[in-house]
C-alpha cells in the first residue's frame, strides 16, 4: 500500500516567487491536513480539508492557501514567498476527521 | 489555545537504559494524544496514540504512555531503549475544541550510546 506521497521532495525557490506542494493521500483516506515544520520546532498546523472542505485553518496568512480535489488528492499554495516560509512541509491523512494521522516524508522547501 | 510541552529537549542513554519523556498539556477538555518518532531522514511514524479507556496505552517497538488526566500528562516510556531508538519524538494533543488540529509539542531529540 502506498503511503502519504507529497511532491516534491525538495525545492528551492526564489523571495517573492509563489510554490504550489502536492499531496496523495492513503487509498480511501479523505481527511488532507498540511503543517510546517520549521528546524528544531514541531510541526505547526496550516489547514486541514475533509471531502473538499476546509475545516480548520492555523495562524498563518493569508499568502497560504490549499484545496482538495474530488480524488482526495491536496495542493497547499504559498504567494509572495518569503525567506521565513523555508521549512519542510507535511502532509498527513485521516481516515475520517479525528482519527489517526499519517504523514508523509513532507517537501523541504528552501527561500533564498 | 491548546500548548504542548515537551521539557526534555534533549536526552541522551546509554544501551538498555530506561526512557521517560515528559509531555504536558493545557486543555482541559476531551483530548486525543499521540506520539510520534522522526527517526534521521525520515517522516513522522505514529508509536502510539490515545482516545479513549484504559489509559496505559502499549505502542509499536516497545513503547507505551500513560496519559494521567489530572496532571494533563502523557508521559512516553520504554524500558530499556536500543541505539535504534535514536530519534526526534514528538508529543501531538488533538482537543474537541480545536477542531482536527494536531497540536505538536516541540520534540526531544533521543541519543542512544552503544
Known amino acids: 500500500d502506498a503511503g502519504v506521497t507529497q511532491s516534491p521532495t525538495h525545492l528551492i525557490k526564489t523571495r517573492g516567487q509563489h510554490v504550489t506542494l502536492r499531496c496523495s493521500p492513503i487509498s480511501g483516506h479523505k481527511s488532507v491536513s498540511w503543517y510546517q515544520q520549521v528546524l528544531g520546532q514541531g510541526p505547526q498546523f496550516i489547514f486541514q480539508?475533509?471531502?473538499?472542505?476546509?475545516?480548520g485553518r492555523g495562524n498563518f496568512p493569508d499568502r497560504f492557501s490549499a484545496r482538495q480535489f474530488p480524488n482526495y488528492s491536496s495542493e497547499l499554495n504559498v504567494n509572495a514567498l518569503l525567506l521565513g516560509d523555508s521549512a519542510l512541509y507535511l502532509c498527513a491523512s485521516s481516515l475520517w476527521e479525528g482519527y489517526g494521522y499519517t504523514f508523509g516524508s513532507g517537501t523541504r522547501l528552501t527561500v533564498v | 489555545a491548546q500548548s504542548v510541552s515537551q521539557h526534555n529537549h534533549h536526552v541522551i542513554l546509554s544501551e538498555a537504559a530506561s526512557l521517560e519523556l515528559g509531555c504536558n498539556y493545557s486543555?482541559?477538555?476531551?483530548?486525543?494524544l499521540f506520539w510520534y518518532v522522526q527517526y534521521p531522514g525520515q517522516h513522522l511514524q505514529l508509536l502510539l496514540k490515545y482516545f479513549s479507556g484504559d489509559p496505559l496505552v502499549k505502542g509499536i517497538k516497545g513503547f507505551e504512555a500513560e496519559f494521567i488526566k489530572s496532571k494533563f500528562s502523557f508521559n512516553l516510556r520504554k524500558p530499556s531503549v536500543q541505539w535504534s531508538d535514536t530519534a526526534e519524538y514528538f508529543c501531538?494533543?488533538?482537543?474537541?475544541?480545536?477542531?482536527?488540529?494536531?497540536?505538536f509539542g516541540g520534540g526531544t531529540r533521543l541519543m542512544v550510546k552503544p
Open positions: 486543555y482541559g477538555g476531551t483530548v486525543n
Open positions: 480539508y475533509y471531502e473538499k472542505e476546509e475545516r
Open positions: 501531538a494533543v488533538r482537543d474537541d475544541n480545536a477542531g482536527n488540529m494536531l497540536t
